[in-house]
């Protein structure tokens, strides 16, 4: 428990880093907010094939302080370029 307490302090701290440079004023508790509203939606689409519809991964609509966040912090185009490790999905 401790250990990912420390690395969640961590990981927060050097994203709140990361976003002071770029100019962010708020507190660690307001960029967790504006964070926790950057969501990414799954849309199932259907290819007219047998099988598994293909699912489509885009970010919800933001405010101008989200979209300003995420775009600082480079993470507005993550998702198209997901990991890809056999076996494993990062969205499922």
Not at 2 to 16: E, G, H, K, P, Q
Not at 30 to 49: A, Q, S
Not at 62 to 83: F, G, T, V, Y
Request: glycine fraction near 8%; proline fraction near 1%; include cysteine.
């Amino acid at each position: 428990h401790n250990f990912c307490c420390v690395i969640a302090y961590l990981m927060t701290s050097l994203i709140y880093k990361a976003a002071r440079e770029k100019g962010f004023m708020g507190s660690i508790d307001t960029l967790l907010d504006l964070l926790e509203n950057i969501r990414l939606g799954t849309i199932f689409e259907d290819t007219g094939k047998k099988g598994k519809p293909k699912a489509v991964y885009k970010l919800e609509v933001m405010d101008s302080a989200e979209r300003k966040l995420a775009e600082d912090l480079q993470i507005m185009n993550l998702h198209e370029n997901s990991m890809k490790l056999k076996g494993f999905g990062v969205y499922i």
